[in-house]
């Protein structure tokens, strides 16, 4: 029996597991012992992965769709040549943009490295990522205020806290190992706090719940800060030696007065107050964020009110503080500074020739190859298609058709794609159902790479089962392509995952996210390394648990914070009349994972899982509206379409809500195309809706 330890490829906790393989199964896997992330535990997704196995067809080869609309098998190297010469000959006929791609957040840092090279160093195509629907809000908050996307929290600051302040995160459901963290916390004394509209599960395990109305965080967030600095409960030091532009906030927030907020939130005045109280008594503060706040239209506002809290009470770079944003996926952090989309690897910014200039010259380019702008962003994409102005569309690991907001809108985009090249590990996805070309790829227990988790950490993932023939990676369905497009010399230093984290490496010298001090081997059996990790200070950062800004020095030219601020918005998609209640939508259960491709293969996830679209409604609301348990309702949106869901009733959504988990497609049927104005992230958490009672009769198979 052979033991690899490789890294969990949901969530953004990146867990480390054993996989026991004996001729060639999983025969166990147990969550890896001493592991500073989730040491010896794990959640049944994890435990899960190799459940996946049975369900990638053996052997399977790409597939080309004939003019007939059937799919025909062909072998990989027709497949790449095919879709290499659809790509050169739309942009000779349409232009240069007229191709793209849609990245993920989901695979390893050199599998979206290359995709990033071949489509936009050599293509100049855009090519935007899944992480846009989750972390870009988070991602403009940090570099806006940070001068870098760093968040510089590490794991166990969550042990370390008095005063846990969760906004709009359910990590009980969500991430498990953050809240099995929290539940090690030996803090005397210590407070759970939750900001939610719904009561989640977190907010029932919480001492404090705070069930603000949807949308008004920012409002709160600022009054808070404006009751502060009037009971002068700050951090004067601080403030002064770390940050800029204090004076004109504390200018600002003073028309954030208590009454308003009672008014615009829905909590009480003691509420607030008590709130206030919270943060000023708390010695070591921090606060979580998650998709309740990225997912709005003020939604880099409102993350970066959260980081002004967390500056003007010096609750930053200290064990358990900060202002920690919540990552989603696996690699979110790695497609973040790695991926070529909205900044050059390694970060920083295109316009930028200096950058340009020291990538060009690690990765042995032209400088002329490297992008002079970030990617379109993922609407303009679909906007692009829908306008006919873009004609190919290669997407890897997502599954927009699911998961895009307003999602008939990628329906109808793909349509009328010329070239739709779908690159998933199974052929089943609704992504796939108007592919031109689909590439059937391994899943990662078959294939090697590298993760960064939420708190900056890198671990390898490390092949645990041999492939069979016609078995590729992601890595080399990308290389292949390549290849095939001619690219030559340019592909020199990319022959192998390894070699390209070796590129990768080169490109991260002397920025934030520093990791020249690790190797390939290093990762191989370890406890994963946080960035920066620059060589030459090795001994000095040997810690294994590492938080940023623990000397006040930020990554902006004056090396301090910025607050950053502006007014409220006023709701561009408010509840009316016609469309009185809030739709929101997120995570349903531990072991659902989004468009469930996956989690559904796991017998014993399924078995448990409602199998059709639900939602949960308030018990009043039903009452009033005469609909029971698991009786079926119509919901119109403001967007203009409708989906049936069936009724669970609770009381842990308010009147005015439901509460759809996001695993069915029909949830994003219905939410609208409405974006943070900075970081172009959906507004998938409270679109206005109505319903009625289903009169139809549905046929309940038994
Ligand atoms: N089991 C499971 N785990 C997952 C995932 C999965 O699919 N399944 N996905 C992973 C990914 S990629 C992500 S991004 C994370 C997401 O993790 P979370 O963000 O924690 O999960 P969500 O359920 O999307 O949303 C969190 C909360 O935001 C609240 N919310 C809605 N509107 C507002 C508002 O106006 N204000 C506030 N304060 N809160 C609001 C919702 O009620 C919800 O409870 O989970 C990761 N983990
Ligand atoms: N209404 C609503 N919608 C949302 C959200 C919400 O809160 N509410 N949350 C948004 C967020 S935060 C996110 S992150 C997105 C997620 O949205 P998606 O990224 O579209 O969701 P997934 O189901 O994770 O899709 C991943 C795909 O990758 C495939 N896959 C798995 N492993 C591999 C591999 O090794 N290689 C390849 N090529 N494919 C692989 C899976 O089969 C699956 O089809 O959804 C967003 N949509
Ligand atoms: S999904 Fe997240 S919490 Fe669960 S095992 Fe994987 S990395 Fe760990
Ligand atoms: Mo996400």
Redesign the pocket.
Same mark, same amino acid.
């Given at each position: 029996m052979k033991k690899v330890q490789s890294t969990c490829n949901? +969530?953004?906790i990146d867990c480390n597991l054993d996989f026991y393989v004996e001729n060639n199964r999983v025969v166990k896997t147990v969550p890896t012992k001493g592991y500073p992330v989730n040491d010896g535990f794990s +959640?049944i997704?994890g435990l899960s992965l190799d459940k996946q196995q049975t369900a990638v067809k053996p052997n399977a080869l790409p597939k080309i769709r004939q003019a007939d609309g059937t799919m025909k098998e062909v072998s990989w190297e027709e497949a790449f040549t095919h879709v290499a010469d659809k790509l050169k000959a739309l942009q000779s006929k349409y232009g240069t943009e007229s191709v793209a791609g849609i990245s993920t957040?989901q695979l390893t840092v050199e599998e979206f490295a290359i995709f990033g090279h071949v489509m936009r160093n050599y293509l100049h195509a855009n090519v935007d990522g899944n992480t846009r629907? +989750?972390?870009a809000t988070a991602v403009v908050a940090h570099k806006q205020s940070y001068g870098f996307d760093a968040p510089g929290f590490t794991l166990e600051d969550l042990e370390l806290s008095d005063t846990i302040i969760?906004?709009?995160?359910?990590?009980v459901?969500?991430?498990?190992i953050v809240w099995g963290r929290v539940r090690q916390n030996q803090v005397p004394g210590h407070k759970i706090v939750v900001?939610?509209?719904?009561k989640?599960?977190?907010?029932m395990n919480a001492d404090y719940w705070y069930g603000?109305?949807?949308?008004?965080?920012l409002l709160l967030l600022y009054t808070v800060a404006n009751l502060l600095i009037e009971k002068d409960y700050l951090d004067h030091r601080f403030i002064e030696d770390h940050t800029e532009h204090f004076e004109e906030f504390s200018r600002f927030v003073k028309s954030y007065t208590l009454d308003r907020a009672v008014e615009g939130t829905g909590l009480s005045r003691e509420q607030i107050l008590e709130l206030v109280e919270l943060i000023h008594r708390g010695k070591r503060v921090s606060f979580w964020?998650?998709?309740?706040?990225? !997912?709005?239209y003020e939604a880099v506002r409102t993350a970066q009110a959260i980081i002004n809290l967390a500056l003007m009470t010096g609750n930053i770079g200290k064990p358990g503080t900060g202002a920690n944003s919540?990552?989603? !996926?696996c690699n979110?952090m790695g497609s973040r500074t790695f991926s070529n989309t909205s900044a050059p690897f390694g970060g920083g910014e295109f316009s930028d020739p200096a950058r340009r200039k020291r990538v060009a010259s690690v990765l042995g380019v032209d400088e002329s190859m490297i992008p002079q702008k970030p990617t379109k962003t993922y609407n303009e994409i679909i906007e692009g298609i829908n306008a006919g102005e873009i004609k190919g569309l290669w997407i890897l690991c997502t599954n927009p058709r699911h998961s895009w907001v307003n999602n008939e809108t990628f329906a109808s985009a793909v349509k009328k794609l010329e070239l739709f090249v779908v690159q998933d590990i199974y052929d089943t996805i609704e992504s796939a159902e108007d592919c031109t070309v689909f590439f059937p790829v391994v899943p990662g227990l078959k294939k090697e790479g590298t993760y960064i988790n939420m708190e900056r950490r890198l671990s390898a993932m490390r092949q645990v089962l041999e492939r069979e023939e016609n078995e590729i990676s992601d890595y080399e369905a990308v290389l292949g392509v390549g290849k095939a497009l001619g690219m030559g010399e340019a592909l020199k230093g990319w022959e192998t995952p390894r070699d390209c984290f070796n590129l990768m490496r080169e490109c991260s010298r002397g920025m934030a996210c520093d990791f020249t001090g690790v190797t390939w081997e290093m990762l191989e059996n370890s406890h994963g390394i946080q960035w920066p990790y620059p060589e030459g200070r090795e001994e000095e950062l040997s810690a294994e648990q590492r938080r940023l800004y623990g000397d006040g020095q930020f990554f902006t030219p004056s090396k301090k914070a910025q607050f950053v601020f502006e007014e409220v918005m006023e709701n561009p998609l408010p509840t009316s009349e016609e469309f009185p209640y809030i739709f929101?939508?997120?995570?349903?259960?531990?072991? !659902?994972?989004?468009t469930q491709s996956r989690?559904k293969e796991v017998k014993f996830v399924e078995d448990v899982s409602v199998k059709d679209a639900y939602l949960y409604m308030n018990t009043k609301l039903a009452k009033e509206k005469g609909i029971r348990e698991t009786e079926r309702i119509r919901v119109y949106s403001v967007n203009g379409e409708n989906a049936v869901f069936t009724v669970k009733v609770t009381d842990n959504?308010g009147y005015g809500e439901l509460?759809a988990?996001?695993?069915y497609i029909e949830c994003n049927k219905l939410t609208p195309s409405l974006y943070d104005a900075y970081s172009r992230e959906p507004s998938?958490?409270?679109t206005p809706v109505r319903f009625e009672k289903c009169e139809e009769v549905f046929h309940v198979p038994n």
């Open positions: 949901y +969530c953004g +959640c997704k957040g629907l +989750c972390m969760f906004i709009g995160a359910n990590p459901v969500a991430h498990p900001i939610d509209p719904r989640s599960e977190t907010a603000l109305k949807h949308r008004s965080d964020w998650t998709m309740g706040v990225n !997912q709005g919540i990552t989603g !996926q979110a929101n939508t997120g995570r349903g259960s531990v072991g !659902q994972w989004h989690t959504v509460f988990p996001m695993h998938y958490k409270a």
